[in-house]
Nanobody
Framework: QVQLVESGGGLVQAGASLRLSCTAS????????MGWFRQAPGKEREFVAA????????FVAASGEGRFVISRDNSKNTVYLQMNSLKPEDTAVYYC????????????????WGQGTQVTVSS
């Protein structure tokens, strides 16, 4: 029952920052855990970050540790992914996802997905 739309992607140089946004519609956003995942061409979709319903608990994959921050604003039905010090290997389509219950790193445990936003980092 949650529809998600990502925005904020683009083409940037290595070392730059981007903030991705995911805006949700539906009645269950405030009680949903949210995740960010990414998928590069020819690769499996991989976990990037997740956040619980209140925003009080967050997880970031090792690939983004120290560089990426996930946050949410339930009053705006929006989850964010702040990406700093971007590297060429961060190039991928970034997706947000929602699920009931606790945040997880497993793709199959999320029920709703956005269409994705392209992030390209040049060297």
């Amino acid at each position: 029952q949650v529809q998600l739309v990502e925005s904020g992607g683009g083409l940037v140089q290595a070392g730059a920052s981007l903030r991705l946004s995911c805006t949700a519609s539906g009645r269950t956003f405030s009680s949903s855990a949210m995740g960010w995942f990414r998928q590069a061409p020819g690769k499996e979709r991989e976990f990037v970050a997740a956040i619980n319903w209140s925003g009080g608990t967050t997880f970031v994959a090792a690939s983004g540790e120290g560089r990426f921050v996930i946050s949410r604003d339930n009053s705006k039905n929006t989850v964010y992914l702040q990406m700093n010090s971007l590297k060429p290997e961060d190039t991928a389509v970034y997706y947000c996802a929602a699920r009931g219950g606790a945040p997880t790193a497993r793709v199959v445990e999320y029920d709703a997905w956005g269409q994705g936003t392209q992030v390209t980092v040049s060297s």
